[in-house]
């Protein structure tokens, strides 16, 4: 399905757009953007406003016929006439029954249409954003506009929408047919109008405000929520739950407030409207009367008349009561809109370059700088220049935060460089498409993202649609199968959210079995066997060895006992390469590396 382009911004999070949200605040623009997908399925839309024009026109048809009824009396000679009435008006309330069903299936039905789509929309644009953007969202935040603010949108598009378009619809039609049937209680009824409108327009922005109000600071309760639940272990582990529930209520606090606010405006706005609809309605009924006394008008046009009013007022009073949902729809759409302006960092460029048909592993890093954005300028890589020949297993130590990890998220094009550049194979990252990159190099992080699924469909994770033998191989090299044949249903075992039920060093070989079935010439290996135990860190070494032949691979490792078989090792430290050699020649040097391997073995021999 075609998604609707929206108008994008640069990515920079969603605080940093608050002209755009106080703009959402005090006015319903922001469901504009929502038309494109309604658009999509005009033919339902056609079909339920068939439905919605049949119904209102029933609904029209009764004063006609009880006027006349009145008008021509209830003697024992129109006994006949009265009959046929009646039956016509239970073939009347048969059609509006129908219409009704079938206008209600419509729009309710295209409303879970919409927000599907529309889900479906902002999480597609969420899988494009680049890691900068996450950098500084709360994912309990994000989660919130995708669910919460979605099923806001849901519920106007659906029951409300559906009860403000019979209501439009029905007072256009009781409108009209007041004027055909007195011309000069409809001019009473016009002068009337502007002292309903105003207030409802007063009242609805105020509505809009506080109903965005009330969905941020929902927003921030189930963000913190999320974070809380997502480490329970920790906080449990450190007693701190009672001091989290104090958080947490006083979040919910916040936004019982707001809520209630938003409630308060509207139940103002409502019981504002109802009354001066009904009000209305009343003194025309009193000049109505006064015409029918003069002899000015019959019985049964003034019963007409009013019968048409009291449709005209009740669909505004109906109107009032909707708005308030509506409202928050539209704070709802500009929350969502604040995520689909974000336009990501990392992109395919207008005319990518083509990588080499077959693929070489050979990398080159040419005078690389680069700082996260949160750092300001606080460089992580100074300079930095190395090439890793295809086929090369070249090794990188340093201390924590010496800048190893972002040689890899820059390899991988997660963001862009301040000053240098980057080459695989010959064609420069930067100028290619970030998925073309992607696609031929294996990771195996530091921190493994295990999935809500199987193991068969998280080992897939390295190559969809890789064949179950694929997998199972891959799981085999890795020592996956280890501890797969000990589970109920082998490979088939679900695994429970982040994977919780596993030990780390499991987590672990199911990403080493990720990046042996993706079958890259480029391997990436974040402290790959850090939460192994000795016997299987050696096993895992084993298939690691196997998997890496002929494959260009970079290795990060704070242990160096990983290490002492690569081609090349390339020392950081602040961010700068300080030394370059085999593991016997930096020992020689006497430098930084000698310093780390004497810490961890000891006396080192040459």
């Known amino acids: 399905m075609t998604q609707a382009e929206p108008v994008k911004a640069p990515e920079r999070g969603l605080e940093a757009a608050p002209a755009t949200g106080r703009a959402d605040r005090r006015s319903l623009k922001p469901l504009i953007a929502l038309v494109p997908y309604v658009l999509r399925y005009r033919g339902r839309i056609a079909a339920a ?138 001019g009473l009824v016009l002068g009337v109008i502007p002292a309903i409108v105003l207030p409802l327009v007063a ?63 509207r139940a103002w706005l409502t019981a504002a409207i109802i009354f001066l609809v009904f009000a209305s309605v009343v003194g025309i009924l009193w000049v109505g009367a006064q015409g029918v006394l003069s002899g000015d008008m019959t019985a049964g046009t003034l019963g007409q008349f009013v019968l048409y009013a009291v449709f005209a007022a009740g669909a505004l009073s109906e109107l009032s009561q909707v708005w308030g949902e509506i409202a928050q729809a539209a704070g709802a759409a500009g929350r969502i809109a604040e995520i689909l302006k974000v336009e990501p960092d990392i992109r395919a460029p207008a005319r990518p370059a083509t990588l080499p048909e077959r ?92 999935f809500a699924a199987s193991v068969r469909d998280n080992i897939r994770l390295g190559r969809i649609g890789a064949s179950d033998a694929e997998i199972e191989r891959a799981g085999e090299l890795a020592l996956v199968d280890e501890f797969v044949r000990r589970l109920q249903q082998g490979y088939d075992t679900p695994l429970g959210e982040r994977g919780v039920t596993l030990s780390g060093g499991q987590r672990q070989r199911i990403a080493i079995a990720r990046a042996i079935l993706r079958d890259a010439k480029v391997m990436l290996l974040d402290e790959a066997t850090s939460s192994l135990d000795a016997e299987s860190e050696m096993l895992v070494q084993e298939a690691l060895e196997h998997s890496m032949e002929g494959r260009t691979s970079i290795v990060i490792a704070h242990r160096l006992a990983t290490v002492l078989g690569a081609d090349r090792i390339v020392v950081l430290d602040r961010g700068r390469i300080v030394e370059e050699g085999t593991h016997a020649s930096l020992v020689s040097a006497g430098g930084l590396y000698a310093r780390l391997a004497e810490l961890q073995f000891g006396a080192v021999a040459v």
């Open 49 to 186: 406003i068939a439905a919605l024009v049949v119904a209102a026109l029933a609904t029209l048809a009764v004063p006609l016929a009880v006027r006349r009824m009145i008008d021509f009396g209830f003697g024992a000679e129109n006994a006949q006439f009265i009959d046929q009435y009646f039956a016509m008006m239970l073939v009347v309330a048969a059609v509006l029954a129908g219409s009704s069903a079938l206008r209600y299936y419509l729009v309710i039905t295209l409303g879970e249409r919409v927000v599907a789509d529309l889900r479906d929309a902002v999480f597609a644009h969420l899988l494009k954003l680049s890691p900068r953007f996450f950098d500084s969202q709360r994912v309990g935040e994000i989660g919130s506009r995708l669910t919460a603010d979605t099923t806001q949108i849901k519920s106007a598009f659906g029951a409300s929408a559906s009860i403000a378009l019979r209501n439009i619809v029905l007072f256009i039609g009781a409108a009209i047919m007041m004027v055909i049937t007195s011309p000069w209680l409809s």
């Open 359 to 450: 693929a070489r592993g050979e990398i080159r890093f040419e005078r690389v700088s680069f700082a996260y954005p949160r750092n300001g300028d606080g460089r992580v890589l100074e300079n930095i220049t190395f090439n890793v020949a295809p086929g090369e297993r070249v090794a990188i130590v340093g201390p924590s935060g010496a800048g190893k990890s972002t040689i890899f998220h820059l390899l991988l094009r997660y963001y862009d460089l301040h000053a240098g550049r980057i080459l695989l194979d010959g064609v420069d990252v930067a100028s290619a498409d970030p998925r073309a990159v992607r696609e031929r190099i294996a990771l195996v992080p530091q921190d493994v993202a295990i």
């Open 203 to 265: 009242f609805g922005r105020s509505v809009t405000r506080r109903s965005r109000d009330a969905q941020d600071t929902l927003a921030d309760a189930s963000a913190f929520a999320v974070e809380a639940i997502s480490s329970v272990r920790t906080l449990q582990a450190f007693t701190a739950e009672d001091e989290t529930r104090s958080r947490f209520f006083a979040s919910v606090e916040r936004a019982f407030e707001a809520a209630r606010a938003s409630t308060k405006a």
